[in-house]
């Protein structure tokens, strides 16, 4: 099974980039996982909010495949530790499909149309983040969670 990480804009960091990179590539000692990048919205300034999460919204839907579990980074998510979000994570690869994608929004969060497709939400933090830096935790997360999974000792050196 593959994971997809799909995101709005770029980065635009260079100190997240890098660790976006490093996890990413210990990522893919373990699974094929591919981080796909919405371009932000033109002309976003003339738009309403809702428009903006509507036009952000079909992109991301453009990128789901039948099968698929959409998995959404959300506020109002579902917090866990470290060692639950492994299981979370183990329970949702066990159930199949041919992928699981994460998303995180952008800056207005996601459309209602995004909502009513995911199967799950998860919050990192009762925190609020840049969405560019959530991807970065939430990489490092999915790591820290693999190294759990097959009882490596990164989860308590980390």
Known sequence: MKVKFICIGKTGKSFLEEGEHEYLKRLRHYLPVEKLEIPDLKNAKNLTVEQIKEQEGREIISKIQP????????????????????????????????????????????????????????????????????????????????????????????
């Open 67 to 158: 099968g698929d579990q959409l998995i959404l980074l959300d506020e109002n998510g579902d917090q866990f530790t470290s060692l639950e979000f492994a299981q979370f994570f183990q329970q949702k690869f066990n159930a199949g499909g041919k992928s699981i994608l994460f998303a995180v929004g952008g800056a207005y969060g996601f459309s209602a149309e995004v909502y009513s497709l995911a199967t799950g939400k998860i919050s990192l933090s009762k925190m609020t983040f840049s969405h560019q830096m959530v991807r970065m935790i939430f990489f490092e997360q999915l790591y820290r969670a693999m190294t759990i999974l097959k009882g490596e000792p990164y989860h308590h050196s980390g």
